[in-house]
C-alpha cells in the first residue's frame, strides 16, 4: 500500500543527491536524464534518470538533458512528464521511474514509507 504524503511540509526539498543522499535546495543542483548507454545526452530509446547537488555531480560537464531541481516541484513534475513524453527516448517507464523517485523525495521528507509493492525502489 502507498501512502500519499502531504505536500505541505519541506516541499522543497524532495529531490535527494544520487552521492551524498541529502536533499537539494533550490538552486545547488539538477535532475540529469541521460544515455544509459553512452552517459551523455540521451539519443537512444530510453534514458537514466540522475539527481546531484552541483558540488557532488561527479560529471559536472557530461551532456545531458537537465532539469534545476527548483524547477520541479509539485504540479511542475506533471508539466515536465508531459513535455518528456514526447521526447523518443522518454518511456512510460522513464515516467514512471520520474514519479515514484519524486514521490520517495516526498515521502522521505514527510516520513512516511515508501512503496511496499515494488516499483523502482
Ligand atoms: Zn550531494
Known sequence: MTQYPSTRKNAANIWRCDKCGLAIQDGHGNIELIDPE??????????????????????????????RVERAR??????????LLDKPWFTSANARAFIR???DGLCTAEGFKVYENGGAK
Open 101 to 103: 523517485r519524486y514521490q
Open 74 to 83: 509539485g504540479a511542475e513534475v506533471l508539466d515536465w512528464i508531459e513535455h
Open 38 to 67: 553512452t552517459g551523455g545526452y540521451p539519443l537512444g530509446t530510453s534514458c537514466l534518470i540522475i539527481a546531484h547537488h552541483r558540488r557532488c555531480d561527479p560529471n559536472p560537464n557530461r551532456d545531458a538533458y537537465w532539469i
